[in-house]
C-alpha cells in the first residue's frame, strides 16, 4: 500500500482515551504511557488474558479508570467510544497454543471485536489507532519486511492462520469504513515486544524461555532455533504508539514497530540461560511435539521501521541483554 510519510505530533494532553485490551500485557504498558503524557484513560479488557494487577501502577489515578468487559459487547464499546476522542484497540485472542486451540474464537473476537472498535470509532468520530500484527506480511515476505510489501491472502485452512486472517480483515476494514475521518486512523504493526508483565502461559517465546533458564529446567526450542525475530522494548513500543497516535495524519498510515535486530531462537535461549544466572540446557524439540500439530513457523521476521522514525523520531534503544534482564526481573517478582 503506497503512503505518505507526512503528518505532524502534537501532545496527547487532557486527551480522553479509550484503550481495548488496557489490561494486558502490551495495553497495560501503553495506559501507563498515555496517562503519564497528561490522557484521561479508560482501560476496557474481558482479563481473559490481561490481568488487573497489571494496572496496580494506576489504580487509584484521577485520570485512569478500568472496566471489565469485552469488545464484543457493541453497545458498550460505542458507549465508551462516544466518550473518547481517541481509541487505541489492542484487544485480542494472543498467543499460538490459544490460537490452535480455538481459532473460531480467534476469528470471533479479533475479527469482530475489530469491527465493532472500528464502527464505534468512526461514529464518535474519535481518533483511532488500530493495532494489527506483522504476521500479515505471511512466511514468505522478504526481510526486512517494509509497510509496501504486498499481503497475502489467509485461508483460514490452517487453525494458525485465524491469527493474521483476524488482524488483516480488521485493517481492511479499517481503511474501508475510516474514509474521510480526520485524522485518519493509524494501523500499527507490532512485531515481537518483550518486558515485564509479558506471560509465559500463552506461548510468548522470551518469558517461556527466560522462565525455564531461571527454575534450571531444560530450555525448549521449538524446530532448528535459526528461526529469527526482533526484540523491542514494550515501554519504548508504548512511547511509539502514543507519538503514533498524536499524529495528526490526513491519510490512513500503516505503520511498523519493532526492532531492527534480528535475534535467532538459538541466541535468544543463550541469552536466556545467561540471563538467568543457571546451569539449564538448551534442548530442541519440533513442533508436533510442542504443538500436536504440523505447525509451519515463520523464519524470518524484521521491521523497516523508517517510517515510524520518519513521521515521530522514534527509534528503539534498549538492547536484548536489557530486556531479558527486565522479564527475568518481572518472573522473579511474580
Known sequence: M?????????????????VTGGAGFIGSHLCEALVASGADVTALDDLSCGRRSNLDGLTGHERFRFLKGSVLDESLVHRLAAESEAVYHLAAVVGVPRVLRDPAGTMETNWVGGRNVVDAAVSAKA????????????????????????IPEFSGEEARDSYPRSKRLSELYCLEQSSGTWPAPVIVRLFNIAG?????????????LVKQALSGEDV?????????????????????????GALKNGEPLIVN?????????????????????????IRRIGYREAHATDYVDFMRRQPSID????????????????????????????
Not at 481518533?127 to 504486498?150: D, I, K, M, W
Not at 535461549?269 to 540446557?281: H, P, Q, S
Open 2 to 18: 503506497g503512503q505518505q510519510a507526512h503528518g505532524s505530533v502534537e501532545s496527547v494532553s487532557s486527551a480522553r482515551v479509550l
Open 127 to 150: 481518533r483511532l489507532v488500530l493495532v494489527s500484527t506483522s504476521e500479515v506480511y505471511g512466511r514468505e515476505a522478504a526481510s526486512p519486511q517494509h509497510e509496501g510489501l504486498p
Open 196 to 208: 515485564p508483565r509479558q506471560l509465559d502461559t500463552i506461548g510468548m517465546v522470551m518469558p517461556s
Open 220 to 244: 525448549t526450542v521449538y524446530g532448528t532455533g535459526e528461526q529469527t525475530r526482533t526484540f523491542c522494548d514494550v515501554g519504548e513500543a508504548a512511547d511509539a504508539m502514543v507519538r503514533l
Open 257 to 281: 514497530v519493532g526492532s531492527r535486530l534480528p535475534v535467532s531462537i538459538n541466541e535468544l535461549a543463550e541469552a536466556a540461560v545467561k540471563g538467568a544466572g543457571t546451569a539449564a540446557r
Open 307 to 334: 517510517l515510524v522514525r520518519e513521521l515521530t523520531g522514534w527509534e528503539p534503544a534498549t538492547d536484548l541483554p536489557t530486556i531479558v534482564r527486565r522479564v527475568a526481573d518481572s518472573l522473579r517478582e511474580s
